[in-house]
């Protein structure tokens, strides 16, 4: 039979380290057993005008108005410009942060890491290289392990083979994130099962094959699929064939009861829209192993990485951030499994000159409390991503949600607050754990790191207001 393949071509989103996206997506992060508060928000269209269309208003005729864009981050150039204000210092900022870091609210422990990402001085610090739960800013470590071990354009395959039984096709999962059984998924693109089952089945009519027997080979994932959270709304059970995230609804984002066979529901799904495109397929899918050597009928590939790792930072996506670690893992040549991901990430992070001592990398999510690292570990990958030499890890920066307009910071430091859209970070919420990792535009101009790391809060909301007044603070300081 020949080979088809079908390649779903998508864009990552490219967006400038600097520029301020409008755009009005939203997010869901960690929970912690289910009883932290959700970081909810669903994702939404983007705007070239900067803002979100809210309709339109009187006057406006039949053009819709764009919501406020933020100002501008860097002064105008030119004659006549505004004198460039001078540059954050290591005094103004301790001056700055100290008092706020003395907050009760943020917990019993705290550390704090600021560094200039041109320069990689550390302007500030506070317990920086002590290790602590990171709950989701893990998230910025397993992207960059990511990207450096695969690559920002790398794609993940899903296939279907000629099975070793007369008339057997199988379905083999890569472990695509992105992979969705919808005819539009309402993610974003990505892999396809419907233009997969629609290649397949003009292969099998070219081949005169009007009816197969269908399994279903999710094998490459190796070892427990639950995450050591147990059953929970925030991640599906951790397979190498998953269609829209094991979701049974058009949810992308947001807490969620999912399926508890993620690969046999795919596989089913697969069958049925074989049946649509007039192949009988008999009996009910099996697993089944691939042949070695297999040559694909079709195949279906993923959104490249590097909006893999956008979507997953934006979105605090941990379906995406488990699947990363499995592909860290393989392209490590370790099993793809929750301790052969978390020894490569550990490995690939070490090879970009990343001090991991005292880290621990249980899980890619950042669900799992043993997670352990240090600011100083994030604002070292925030300043690598930064690195003209280092463009590979750029989508660690463009991912991160923007203060006041996207993702988990869409409702924080927003609306008037002045540090809105200057602020790009990663959040992170566990109960009586809440973090706060990203990157910073100051008064000059100069693009900063920074990483605020709590525990033992006992008011998460109140916490995550004392970290979007120290970011705010790195963003105004003297």
């Known amino acids: 039979m020949p080979l088809i393949k079908t390649w779903q071509l998508i864009a990552g989103s490219a967006v400038a380290g600097l520029a301020l996206s409008a755009a009005a997506v939203t997010a869901s992060g960690p929970w912690d057993s289910g009883q932290r508060k959700a970081e909810r928000d669903r994702a939404a269209s983007q705007s070239l005008t900067g803002g979100a269309d809210h309709g339109g208003g009187p006057g406006s005729g039949t053009f819709p108005q764009a919501a406020p864009s933020a100002p501008g981050v860097l002064g105008a150039i030119g004659p006549g410009a505004p004198r460039q204000a001078a540059a ?134 190796t070892g427990p699929v639950r995450h050591p959270i147990g059953d929970n709304p925030n991640i599906a059970p951790v397979t190498a064939l998953t269609a829209d995230e094991g979701r049974p609804d058009d949810s992308t984002s947001g807490p969620v009861q999912r399926t508890g066979d993620p690969s046999g529901d795919a596989a089913r799904a697969f069958a049925a829209l074989l049946t649509e495109r007039g192949i009988q397929v008999n009996g009910a899918p099996a697993r089944a192993e691939a042949p070695d050597g297999a040559q694909p009928l079709a195949a279906t590939q993923s959104t490249p990485l590097a909006g893999l790792v956008e979507r997953m930072l934006t979105n605090s996506d941990n379906d995406i951030a488990e699947a990363l670690a499995r592909q860290t893992a393989l392209a490590s040549g370790l099993p793809a499994s929750f301790e052969g991901g978390e020894k490569g990430v550990t490995a690939r992070l070490a090879a970009l000159g990343v001090d991991v001592s005292g880290s621990r990398f249980a899980d890619g999510s950042g669900l799992n409390r043993a997670d352990k690292v240090s600011t100083g570990l994030l604002t070292d990958l925030l300043a690598k991503a930064a690195d003209p030499q280092r463009p590979e890890l750029r989508p660690v920066l463009t991912g991160l949600p923007v203060a006041g307009f996207t993702g988990t910071l869409r409702t924080r430091n927003s609306g008037g607050a002045p540090a809105a859209g200057l602020i790009r970070a990663k959040t992170g919420t566990l109960t009586g754990v809440n973090s706060l990792a990203g990157t910073v535009v100051d008064r000059s101009g100069r693009l900063l790191a920074f990483a605020f790391l709590t525990a033992g809060s006992t008011d998460g909301p109140t916490a995550e207001k004392g970290l979007d007044k120290l970011a705010a603070a790195v963003a105004a300081a003297p």
């Open 88 to 221: 954050a210092t290591p005094e103004g900022l301790a001056a700055a942060l100290r008092p706020l870091l003395a907050d009760p609210a943020l917990g019993t422990v705290r550390a704090a890491s600021v560094v200039d990402t041109a320069t990689g001085r550390v302007l500030y610090e506070s317990g920086a290289r002590e290790a602590m739960t990171p709950a989701s800013t893990i998230k910025i470590a397993t992207a960059a392990a990511a990207l450096a071990a695969l690559g920002p354009e790398h794609r993940i395959r899903t296939a279907v083979v000629p099975g070793a039984a007369p008339g057997q096709v199988i379905l083999v999962g890569g472990g695509d994130p992105s992979l969705t059984a919808k005819k539009k998924s309402p993610a974003g693109s990505g892999g396809s099962l419907v233009a997969l089952a629609a290649d397949t089945a003009q292969a099998l009519k070219a081949a005169g094959t009007a009816g197969v027997s269908l399994g279903y080979d999710d094998s490459l994932y």
